[in-house]
């Protein structure tokens, strides 16, 4: 079996051109893989199209690479609470489409299962399904909604990508991954959406293939890290008191 283990991180997208799309995986900033946005930060690559949950938080996560221009689309559920993503959006100086979460979930995971397209009741009767979102320069188009046993559903396409980037707790040398806990959350549908994935781990170990959350047929680079990186997690708010 291959071995996918890279030696650093800017290795693992030494081939990342201005204008690729990627996957990412993460939710606010559980699970997301900071160091290889570091890495594309690095590189200085621009004109990136970003397909995430969120857009990271000011100042972490996918929002290093927003704050210096270098994301010019971004595909997501939710602006969250990260200030820049909404100046962007609200000048028009960002192209954003706004996806239900459950939606983004299935466009990703039907990409890597090779469904084209799919009906899903969330959206219908809203702008998602009729249009006139505002989408930076211009507005959202509208989508072909049909009927089906007397419930109306709308058209969602899958989603592909160029590169995926994703976190993991664990992995092998073949790249099957295991996630932690929460941190699952978008990793897997991400991963499985690009044509080229790149998982960031903290520990290569020998996997059971029982455990195995995603297996390395999904996974092309495999960048382990160091000791100092792999605790670095960072916390969108404490909620916990003396």
Do not use: W
């Amino acid at each position: 079996m291959t071995d996918k283990v890279v030696a650093s991180a800017a290795e693992a997208v030494a081939d990342v051109r201005d204008g690729t799309s990627f996957a990412v995986g993460g939710f606010g900033l559980s699970g997301v893989p900071t160091v290889l946005i570091q890495a594309l930060h690095d590189r200085n690559v621009r004109d990136l199209a970003v397909v995430s949950n969120n857009c990271g938080v000011d100042g972490g996560g996918l929002g290093v690479l927003l704050a210096e221009g270098r994301i010019s689309r971004v595909t997501a559920s939710y602006i969250g609470e990260n200030k820049e993503f909404a100046r962007l959006l609200l000048a028009g100086e960002l192209e954003v489409e706004l996806v239900p979460q459950g939606s983004l979930a299935e466009r990703l995971r039907a990409g890597g299962c090779g469904i084209p397209a799919f009906y899903t009741p969330a959206g219908v009767g809203t702008q998602v399904a009729e249009g006139g979102m505002p989408m930076g320069t211009g507005l959202s188009e509208p989508k072909e909604v049909r009927r089906f046993d007397g419930r109306e559903y709308v058209l969602e396409r899958a989603i592909t990508t160029d590169y995926a980037l994703v976190r993991a707790a664990r992995a092998d040398r073949h790249g099957n991954l295991v996630f932690n806990k929460s941190a699952r959350n978008f990793n897997p549908l991400a991963a499985m959406a690009g044509k080229v994935t790149i998982a960031e781990v903290e520990e290569l170990t020998e996997l059971d293939p029982d455990e195995v959350h995603l297996p390395g047929v999904f996974v092309q680079r495999v960048v382990v890290l160091t000791p100092a990186q792999a605790v670095q997690k960072g916390i969108e708010k404490l909620t916990v008191r003396a």
